[in-house]
């Protein structure tokens, strides 16, 4: 029985911590072909652990192919088939996500695992790890920039840490309507950002088809126009971009971590928070602020993001199997994320909450103003603003 002061430390599994040290010594190849890992014993005093968080860790090395069990001898790692994993063995792949189970994006991340699972006929398993289990958004990603995590799944925004041009996308009132970022989508800007990020930071997007509901304003006093907003404690994620929004709109920014937003609201801490549509239901917000202003400041898409040495591990075959997966997820879940959220609108509406239209011309003009600033001040290239807004 695992003890519950072993569970976790910093947020993370115990036995997801040592089986990723193991495999980062077998991948950088600090530990070769034939080499015998640490002992059970000796891995439970490292990381003072009961045998059974040892025994989980060494079986996802074990259904990864990475190692192998010799009865009486211990656990040896195993030779590449030309520095490929062996074809006739499951490989268990971890995806990192911040949203609860029972939001749509989350649904979407299982779908994908279903559908990589079909695709190669059962041979890549992929481990939905939602909820934040795995550490703040900034966190994972870095993790997967490390090879320390597979992927990682959540809104293009976090990608603004790694790449400035990205940040540029997170301006509020960018994007016209969802019609306008699709046009974005598809165009040669995009894929110019997507490209550098592969070749910057070795990140490969393997999908960025998930179109999401716009953003809103939710909130436990009402605020019909931007005169409500000022001086309100605004939650906002650890992205600087929202913070300088936010701040133009004369909120007063606070940095709460996803998993903390509805406990920051019932306490007082905040006042009011920015998140997308289709999250306020399964997270419970309109519970504690029922007011959900529809502001649309910022129509966003998810993305699903692997490091490239990671990708590029793999056969060609499961290479395209991992981003058809993701292309084919990411369009089931558009399509299924606006039915959803009319129906999550009605029992939003049935529990209490209450949706208010508002003018959001004072808002664009506040934005426009320091996108122009940034610019100049040179937070991304030179031009970028105003070519996607014309696209």
């Not at 795995?134 to 809104?155: C, R, S, W, Y």
């Not at 499961?318 to 058809?324: G, K």
Request: contains cysteine; proline residues 5%; aromatic residues 8%.
């Amino acid at each position: 029985m695992v003890l519950p002061s072993e569970i976790f430390k910093d947020g993370i599994p115990l036995y997801l911590r040592m089986y990723r040290d193991l495999r980062e010594m077998i991948l950088s190849g600090k530990l070769l072909p034939n080499e015998r890992l640490p002992s059970e014993n000796e891995l439970k005093q490292r990381y003072s652990v009961s045998r059974f968080t040892v025994q989980h860790a060494l079986r996802l090395l074990v259904s990864e192919g990475l190692v192998t069990r010799r009865q009486g001898l211990g656990t040896f790692v195993r030779h590449p088939v030309d520095g490929l994993m062996p074809r006739d063995e499951q490989i268990i792949l971890h995806l990192g996500g911040i949203n609860e189970p029972e939001t749509p994006l989350t649904q979407g991340h299982f779908l994908f695992a279903r559908r990589l699972e079909e695709l190669t006929r059962g041979q890549i398993k992929i481990q939905v790890h939602h909820s934040s289990e795995l550490g703040a958004g900034t966190e994972q990603i870095k993790k997967v920039q490390n090879n320390q995590l597979d992927m990682f799944g959540a809104a293009v925004d976090w990608l603004a840490q790694l790449e400035p041009d990205w940040g540029v996308t997170n301006m509020g009132f960018l994007f016209r309507d969802i019609k306008h970022l699709k046009v974005f989508v598809k165009s040669s800007i995009n894929e110019t950002l997507k490209r550098r990020l592969l070749e910057r930071r070795a990140l490969r997007i393997v999908s960025d088809n998930w179109f999401r509901p716009s953003r809103v304003l939710i909130s436990y006093k009402p605020c019909f126009e931007l005169k409500d907003l000022q001086g309100a404690r605004m939650r906002i994620p650890a992205i600087p971009m929202y913070r300088k929004v936010w701040e133009s709109l004369g909120t007063c920014p606070v940095e709460i971590p996803w998993g903390a937003v509805r406990d920051s609201l019932y306490r007082g801490i905040v006042d009011a928070a920015d998140t997308p549509r289709d999250a306020i239901l399964g997270m419970g917000f309109h519970r504690v602020a029922p007011f959900i202003t529809l502001t649309r400041h910022l129509y966003s898409r998810a993305c699903i993001v692997m490091a490239e040495v990671r990708f590029r591990s793999f056969r060609s075959d499961i290479r395209d199997a991992i981003l058809r997966a993701g292309e084919e997820a990411g369009e089931l879940y558009s399509s299924r994320v606006r039915e959803i959220f009319l129906d999550d609108k009605n029992k939003l509406i049935q529990e209490g909450a209450r949706f208010i239209e508002t003018d959001i011309e004072p808002f664009r003009c506040r934005i426009r103003s320091l996108a122009e600033r940034m610019e100049r001040e040179g937070a991304w290239s030179k031009g970028l603003y105003r070519t996607i807004q014309e696209l």
